[in-house]
């Protein structure tokens, strides 16, 4: 990537801020044009998300946070797959250059690299005229053979899902000025709660061994809880019946709903959650119930997957039906 006789204002960005994060020995250094990932006799994951200004950050978050977000929902991806980071490659669309944003981007970067043992491997850096976005595809190992689809559930299986549901979708909310901003003016903690889990997501890597050892289909929640899971159904064949109110709510998210300042739809059709959903049987869903209360994560038990076709079913306190009118967060 660089030439070091006659360097670029690329060359000199990368080499300044980026090449501190390239850890990993298969980056060469950033001085080529392409890194080597050794497989060490696993299968090799891949997957790739970008996050966009005005799509999936606001101009004015903080631009360590967007580089956390960059980077965490790639992993919550490795997660639920049941993968062990191995390394991820960048790419850059910069408006400018400015330490100011840069400096504090690629230190967050480098920290939550170190923090999930996932090095920078490589990457390219552009100009736009237009919203920034950035690119990450994130490799990940598992056994061969052993990756957690989409396409595995089967009637009988538990539905289960990591920590809380439709926080993020709050926190926006609170970004915007809209109605939870209103509602929660005078709670400072909540409003910031909130906030943190839109920009900074938790992705559940400390359970991706316990979701390959017994989960029978898994993704992650990033469109919306009510979405996805249609999404998992399809790919499997099958359908799903949800008690609303089992969903794993956070205080605050809760409190909005008992004041009829959201709706339930609000949070089950959400965007940004990056928590874990993965169906199981009975036995082996209580066993990942167990291995996330050992790892300080809650891990609930939502509903169960039902021969058919038909859309999975979201059903109130008293059994009746839910009609939701949006499923998931679309960005078309």
Not at 116 to 132: A, K
Not at 306 to 332: I, M, T
Request: net charge negative; glycine share 10%.
């Amino acid at each position: 990537m660089t030439n070091p006789h006659n360097p670029s204002a690329e060359d000199s960005l990368i080499a300044r801020y980026f090449k501190p994060l390239a850890t990993d020995p298969g980056a060469l250094g950033l001085v080529d044009d392409a890194a080597i990932l050794q497989a060490l006799g696993s299968d090799i994951v891949v997957t790739t998300d970008a996050v966009v200004e005005g799509v999936h950050y606001l101009a004015t978050d903080p631009s360590d946070t967007i580089a956390r977000k960059a980077l965490r929902v790639n992993l919550s991806d490795l997660a639920a797959k049941g993968a062990v980071p191995a390394g991820f490659v960048l790419t850059l669309a910069l408006r400018s250059k400015e330490d100011a944003w840069l400096r504090p981007f690629a230190d967050a970067l480098g920290e939550d690299a170190k923090t999930f043992v996932c090095p920078l491997l490589g990457g390219d850096t552009v100009s736009t005229p237009g919203p920034q976005m950035i690119s990450i595809t994130a490799f990940g190992r598992v056994p061969q053979g052993r990756m957690v689809g989409r396409t595995g559930a089967q009637p009988g299986d538990r539905i289960l899902v990591t920590g809380t549901i439709g926080d993020a979708a709050l926190g926006l909310d609170v970004l915007k000025g809209g109605a939870v901003a209103n509602a929660l003016a005078s709670d400072p903690h909540a409003r910031e709660t909130l906030i943190s889990r839109y920009r900074v997501p938790q992705p559940r890597n400390a359970l991706a061994q316990s979701v390959r050892d017994h989960a029978t289909a898994a993704m992650d929640v990033s469109d919306g809880l009510a979405g996805d899971l249609t999404k998992l159904c399809a790919a499997s064949g099958v359908s799903a019946t949800i008690d609303v109110t089992s969903v794993p709510l956070s205080a605050a998210a809760a409190g909005l709903i008992a004041g009829k300042v959201v709706s339930v739809e609000t949070l089950l059709a959400g965007g940004d959650d990056y928590e874990v959903l993965c169906t199981a049987p009975p036995a082996q869903a209580n066993a990942l119930i167990a291995l996330g209360r050992a790892a300080g994560l809650a891990v609930t038990a939502i509903g169960t997957i039902v021969a058919g076709h038909e859309r999975p079913r979201f059903l109130d306190g008293q059994g009746q039906e839910l009609v939701l009118k949006r499923l998931s967060y679309s960005h078309f």
